[in-house]
């Protein structure tokens, strides 16, 4: 059986979670069946992957179009024979195809017309809950919610990463049949995001984090993510006001959507700087050991989200070993256990998809307390540190994501 995953990012070309989960559930899965990658940003030497540019005669066309025009090449890869590289391949076309973010979706849609095979669509977010997408696309926010819509609507099934955006789907697409859309949970490589304990790691780790400027002997509170609405960076920055002068605020963000949230949050760490020492903000995507010795040195991992499916970072954090204070929505409640792994902050959010809560104030006022409680605690917060590693170790393994996902893929195939 040939699978072929579609999707715009893979490595090394990651910068959200969608590209994570890709990864780590194409290497699981080729354990046992053929599994070819097709992805965005050009050529790739690992085998099994195939990487697709946007066509010459688009690179100056709406992001969106020049997207559409990557996707009718994946497409058609999609009905080529490929190499074999595992004893369990076939030399044959793709008999399923599996898309994952809008970006992908409309060669998971072609594909299947095409050649008439099942398409199984992953829904990491929703362009209806993303409306502020317009002002990064323009009209080609019109476009990517259509390619989105048509893929859902036809798609033979349907992944929701947790229970809550299975009840978005529904919601923003009614007309979907509630039986063909599944919850499979996004997993965590559980050897991969581990806190160092040999000596020779722990002092590597020591040296990362004070040439990143940040003061292991300080507790902190530690944000990783991308500059976009719907992070809820700018909540944090005034929420940070409350934190005691000792605790570090490091945060882990780049890649903004826009340059008027680029400027926002700038404007909002640079005031922040004004009022106090210990904020640390490193821009640039860091190697995955780089991050782990940033977590691991961190009193309290926060996720001040105002949407979030499910939010791998925080499954990343946890099996590091940190507790983690993020917003009560979306996804979020599925992974942190509130009082054992972590703090769930309430939040009323507006009915518009923003996402935006009802009293800003309110959230950010609740937010900085959370955050002020979970530091304060040093003991506690190391407590619920160790209850996450044993909650995602127990939960959200890439074994049981990968066999969750072969189930769904049986459901659709003929036979």
Known sequence: MRIDLLTR?????????????VAELAAVLRRSIDVRVQCFDGGRAEPGVVGHTVPVELA???????????????ADAVGRPGDRIAEHDVDGPAELVHSHTWYANLAGRLAALQYGIPHVVTAHSLEPLRPWKAEQLGGGYALSSWAERAAFESADAVIAVSAGMREDILRSYPQIDPARVHVVHNGIDLDGWQRPTDAEDLARADAVVRGLGIDPDRPSVVFVGRITRQKGLPYLLRAAEALPPEVQLVLCAGAPDTPEIAAEVSGLVADLRAKRDGVVWIEQMLP?????????????FVCPSVYEPLGIVNLEAMAVGLPV????????????????????????????????????EKFVADLGAALVRAVGDPERAAQMGVASRVRVEEHFSWDAVAERTLEVYRSVLPG
Request: overall charge negative.
């Open 9 to 21: 990012e893979y490595p090394p070309h990651v910068y959200g979670g969608a590209g994570v989960h």
């Open 60 to 74: 100056e066309a709406n992001p969106a179009l020049a997207t559409f025009g990557v996707d009718l090449e994946i």
């Open 288 to 300: 995955r050991p780089d991050l782990v010795a940033v977590l691991a040195s961190g009193t309290v």
């Open 325 to 360: 204070v993020g917003t009560a929505t979306g996804g979020i409640p599925e992974v942190v256990d509130d009082g054992v792994t972590g703090v769930l902050v309430p939040i009323d959010q507006v009915q518009d998809g923003t996402g935006a809560p009802v009293d800003p």
